[in-house]
């Protein structure tokens, strides 16, 4: 994919802006994206692209340091794959089943607190997703016949999504499932939760230790990565946008 500079990507925030009315004919934008076409421009991307926003903090030497545009997708394209995530009548997201093991996957009530199994989750007729149990000191004592199988075996596995804690960074256990990623040569994407808990300067400084961690330590992590906050919902719909397209839903 092209990496446009930062002057292309805020024209293309104009141009959506003055397509909102095509947008809205072409494709059913869900309610949620829709009232984000309606955000002032400067607020729109500090949503859909929380990145872009701390490049501005950035020395003009340093903004290569950031990967910021590997996967940049239109707005129109963020707009499609939104609908893909909104429940409907039509598009059902349902939990299905828990499992133990590959071989192990009965029907368990809606799963509760600490993830202790791995649960599946349908997400219309576009593609699976599986929620792991965490990995280190929390991790239930059957995680290798559990994880490390699904992860080996699973030959439809699309991608790997590890989230770290943007406010502590990369810690002891965050290296347990890196290391097995890299050994299993897996594809894997690095999204980094609470930016919201962080103030500017220190979420850039833990942003930019992880994003040289990814570009000096790994081999299979995809090198761009993506912030998210589930209070403020900043980095979703473009974490949301790179599902789609990794599944093949966005061709």
Known sequence: MAAPRLQRA???????????GRLSRVYSTSHAFAEVLQLPKKQMTRLVYPLQELEQYLAPDRRSDLHLRIFDPSLENIARADTIFTATARNRIDYLSS???????????????????????????YFTLVDMPGYGYRSPKDFVDMVEAYLKERTNLKRTFLLVDSVVGIQKTDNIAIEMCEEFALPYVMVLTKIDKSSKGHLLKQVLQIQKFVNTQTQGCFPQLFPISAVTYSGIHLLRCFIANVTGNLD
């Open 99 to 125: 499992a133990v093991r590959l071989d192990h996957a009965p029907n368990f009530p809606w799963p509760e607190g600490h993830t202790k199994k791995m649960n599946f989750f349908r997400v219309g007729k």
């Open 10 to 20: 805020t024209q293309r925030l104009f141009e959506m802006s003055a397509a909102r």
